[in-house]
């Protein structure tokens, strides 16, 4: 998986919508640390426009459509992105750029490394000249995330624990941007990403607990509301913008109404997907905290 690809990713659906999920070393070939989404981008707009030294990135059209232009140096590959369970996988030293946003797209970038200015190769020239020379700029070494314990398990959590946290939204001419990092701006590192979409009106999706997984979820499209219960108390918190998100740690019951039309629900998870983690009926869920009805 070190070259250029297009990569198929689960799609799970059933009458409430779609899910598609990316997680570390399994649908991507690398460990994932950074998701960054762009959005509210001009019809006209070019973004990208640089190549990596070492980051590896996987580009996909949560909403809408948009062309990836991608190029080695010698040839140009062109790919165009409007199905949500497909995405591109693109190596270090590729030049890319992305052009041709129809209207309301959301670009999701799942990357490998933490955001380093020194890593950008902003001139074409220059990455071409590395290319046919072969030699690679070693004069700096990207951050490397040490892991941080957190307790995964404390029933004693409840629904006013879970934090609404601001992300950053860049303002550019071609459109806005907003990133997550893990221990950044996240008390967690981020294992799996995955995404609602296609939800028709009316639909609940959610109603359950984890047991140990922590998550994060975002607006990157529409709006919808989830419903936060601890067993005794309930918070409901709507969530319509792309700049911000909220924080659920396990021990948590969480069910997301209220979709509105073309609404992406993404979700930044601290662990890969383990069925035996979920908790789904709200009485085992009772029974877990502690607490008799």
């Known amino acids: 998986m070190s070259d250029l690809k297009i990569i198929k ?53 949560l909403s809408g459509s948009f062309d990836v232009v991608v190029n080695d140096g010698v040839n140009e590959y062109i790919y165009h992105l409007n199905r949500s ?30 955001y380093d200015e020194r890593d950008y190769i902003l001139d074409f020239d220059k990455f071409k000249n590395y290319i046919y020379s072969k030699t690679i700029d070693s004069h700096f070494n990207l951050n490397v995330l040490k892991p941080r314990k957190y307790n995964h398990v404390d029933n004693r959590l409840t629904v006013y624990d879970c934090s609404v946290i601001n ?16 221990y950044t701006n996240l008390p967690f ?45 309930k918070r409901t918190v709507l969530l319509n913008r792309s700049f911000y998100g909220i924080h ?5 019951w969480a069910a997301e109404q209220g979709f509105s039309s073309g609404s992406v629900c993404l979700v930044l998870a601290s662990d890969k997907y383990d069925e035996n983690d979920y908790i789904r009926d709200y009485e085992e869920f009772l029974n877990y905290r502690g607490i008799k009805k």
Request: aromatic share 14%; charged share 20%.
């Open 9 to 61: 990713l689960p799609k799970h659906g059933d009458r409430r919508g779609n899910l598609s999920l990316v997680q570390s070393f399994l649908q991507v070939p690398f460990d994932i640390h950074r998701v960054f989404w762009i959005y509210d981008v001009p019809g006209d707009s070019i973004r990208g426009g640089h190549a990596y030294y070492t980051t590896e990135e996987f580009v996909v059209a």
């Open 85 to 114: 369970y497909y995405g591109l996988y693109i190596p270090k030293m590729m030049w890319r750029e992305m052009k041709n946003f129809s209207t309301n797209s959301v670009a999701l970038v799942i990357a490998n490394t933490q």
């Open 167 to 182: 992300l950053p939204k860049f303002n550019f001419d071609e459109g806005n941007l907003t990133v997550v990092e893990s």
């Open 189 to 233: 590192k981020i294992e799996r990403a995955f995404y609602l979409y296609d939800i028709p009106g009316g639909e609940a999706r959610g109603a359950h607990a984890h047991k140990q997984c922590h998550q994060f979820l975002i607006a990157a499209s529409g709006s919808f509301e989830i419903v936060l219960d601890d067993g005794v108390n």
């Open 248 to 252: 659920i740690p396990p021990g948590i």
